[in-house]
């Protein structure tokens, strides 16, 4: 009962103030000029905020502590949220594009969100290969971590592309984005949001060690491991905010606010969470993260192809992202040895 009430006040706490947060730090771009674009991505980074906090919380805790289950369900649910936006996108893209013409991919996308995409494709094979020269080479060490430094420069790339996107000439020709808060209500929505996504984070913390700690032999009956379950929690947990942003700005019509704010998820997870989390927390490099490194990179490929081939995203494309991400939860649930 303590776990299922800790899960459900949790989520409850990640989403509801990840809102404030969100439309705080969207009533700012508005007020700092930016364009409708331009706020997505910033109303993205606030509900990446739970997700940031969540892994986080939980990777310290592990490191600390000397829990190595904790500290991987940390890095993986980092990886599992930006499935789940991948997984959100062929929803949005669904959604415009049911019985409607395709999807015109904004062009700050296409000119700024392509070159970051190769980027992080490029970064998380590398990533991926050297996790693999570790435990294949002659002198693998026993518990192989992604160095610091180089979690440094992946976090390092994404405040060069946000830097890039605020000052250069992208924002021109690009639709504003709207206020509809006055500065001061704009900052303690989202001075709030943030101190509710803190305790969020704590609590799934706290409910994932009792998961791991007491239900961890019930889950393995099931014939699931009990580390992708709790990362599979943690990981929708810090997506719930995406989940009701996107879906509510399609269904809306405010595509380019909704394709905004997953595209840069899944690259702010990546790069600045995971980036951010590896800097003062080793990051391990085993089967399970290694499997979904590769994943997202696949998925970021699929996606890169998607938009620069015609610069629409049509209804089939939509399908097939939404397919290709249950294809790939399923095979970490069930082909993921106990």
Not at 62 to 68: L, R
Not at 202 to 220: C, F, K, M, P, R
Not at 230 to 244: D, N, T, V
Request: hydrophobic residues 55%.
């Amino acid at each position: 009962m303590v776990l299922i009430l800790g899960i459900m006040v949790g989520i409850w706490l990640a989403f509801r103030p990840s809102e404030w947060a969100v439309e705080g730090m969207e009533s700012m771009a508005g007020h700092l000029g930016y364009t409708a674009y331009m706020a997505g991505m910033l109303s993205s980074l606030a509900s990446n905020m739970p997700e940031a906090v969540i892994s986080g919380i939980a990777a310290y805790t592990g490191w600390s502590s000397g829990n190595p289950d904790l500290l991987d369900i940390a890095v993986l649910s980092v990886l599992i949220a930006a499935g789940f936006n991948m997984l959100l996108l062929g929803l949005t893209i669904v959604i415009s594009t049911k019985g409607a013409p395709d999807m015109e991919v904004p062009a700050e996308a296409i000119r700024k969100d392509s070159v970051l995409i190769r980027w992080t494709i490029v970064a998380l094979v590398s990533m991926f290969a050297l996790g693999i020269v570790d435990i294949i080479g002659p002198n693998a060490p026993i518990d192989p971590k992604f160095p610091p430094i180089a979690a440094f420069v992946l976090f390092l790339s994404y405040i060069i592309y946000s830097w890039s996107l605020a000052t250069g000439d992208v924002t021109e020709n690009s639709v504003p984005a709207k206020s509809s808060h006055f500065k001061k209500s704009a900052l303690i929505l989202t001075i709030m949001g943030f101190v509710g996504i803190f305790f969020a984070g704590e609590i799934l913390t706290n409910s994932v060690e009792i998961l791991l700690e007491e239900h961890a032999t019930t889950i393995g009956l099931l014939g699931v491991n009990h580390i992708t379950v709790a990362a599979l929690i943690l990981g929708s947990a810090g997506a719930l905010p995406e989940h009701g942003i996107a879906l509510i700005a399609a269904s809306k019509g405010k595509v380019g606010l909704a394709v905004g704010n997953l595209i840069g998820g899944v690259l702010q997870i990546v790069l600045l969470v995971m980036g951010g989390i590896g800097i003062f927390v080793p990051v391990p490099l085993d089967r399970y993260v290694l499997f979904q490194i590769i994943v997202i990179a696949g998925s970021l490929w699929f996606l890169k192809r998607a938009i620069t081939d015609d610069h629409k995203l049509d209804f089939f494309e939509g399908a097939m992202i939404i397919l290709l991400q249950v294809y790939v939860f399923v095979l970490l649930i069930t082909g993921t040895p106990i």
